[in-house]
């Protein structure tokens, strides 16, 4: 795999996750359904991105701010941090594991900005048909990514309710379960690193190829 396929693959993901990220989803949270808010937040993304790539392209700080700040209000990095950790988080300190957050949220930010400014795809769809919630506190929608080569990419969000706010916690992109991934990703980094918690919060680097997106999987 090189480096400009794990780029791509790094970009793919940032389009189908700023969909659900890059609008406050609580805003609304006590009034919607998961899926009427995705379904805004993927036509006012839409509306945003229209006709301005090339300005944000020329003004990626610009870009980097409005992705950090919706950021902090959509998806719960403490809860997200912590499932990537899997049962290291257990061992780890208070300190790193707040670092690793930090980290995990600052590859985010950096991914977000440079991705949505060069991927190139042509619809983003919420689907018509979901699937019912089997609890009241939790949630996927379903959605779908269509690539400007026709290719279509189902995605699917989860998400879970926390002092009556939704948010984002995982995406499965064509049947890749993107945080089971990373929780993997981290595994063989704390092996390779023998349990170094801080070689591996230093050099983290989350990565998923086009390969593996495009093949997908079974999640």
Same mark, same amino acid.
Do not use: C
């Given at each position: 795999? %090189? ?37 805004? %937040? ?11 790539? =090339? *300005? *944000? ?13 919706? &950021? ?18 257990? %061992? ?5 594991? #707040? !670092? ?11 991914? *977000?900005? !440079? ?11 919420? &689907? ?8 009241? =506190? ?24 926390? =002092? ?18 990373? !929780? ?6 704390? #092996?390779?690193?023998?349990? =170094? ?23």
């Amino acid at each position: 795999m %090189n480096g400009v396929n794990l780029m791509w693959g790094r970009w793919l993901w940032v389009v189908v996750m700023m969909a659900a990220l890059m609008v406050p989803l609580q805003s609304h949270a006590q009034s919607q359904t998961p899926e009427e808010m995705v379904r805004d %937040n993927v036509e006012s993304l839409m509306a945003d991105l229209q006709g301005r790539k =090339d *300005y *944000y392209a020329n003004n990626l700080s610009e870009l980097e701010a409005l992705v950090d700040s919706n &950021l902090d209000q959509v998806a719960d990095f403490r809860y997200i941090g912590a499932s990537v950790m899997g049962n290291y988080f257990r %061992n780890a300190s208070p300190e790193q594991r #707040r !670092r690793f957050v930090d980290v995990f949220r600052q590859t985010l930010i950096d991914t *977000y900005t !440079r991705g949505l400014v060069t991927f190139d795809y042509d619809e983003l769809r919420v &689907l018509d048909t979901q699937q019912a919630q089997r609890y009241d =506190d939790q949630a996927s929608v379903a959605m779908e990514v269509v690539a400007s080569d026709g290719q279509v990419y189902p995605v699917s969000y989860s998400l879970r309710l926390s =002092d009556g706010e939704w948010r984002v916690v995982n995406v499965i992109v064509n049947g890749i379960n993107l945080g089971l991934t990373f !929780r993997n990703q981290f595994d063989q980094a704390m #092996r390779d690193n023998n349990r =170094d918690y801080d070689a591996v919060i230093d050099g983290w680097s989350p990565e998923v190829g086009v390969e593996e997106l495009e093949q997908g999987g079974d999640a």
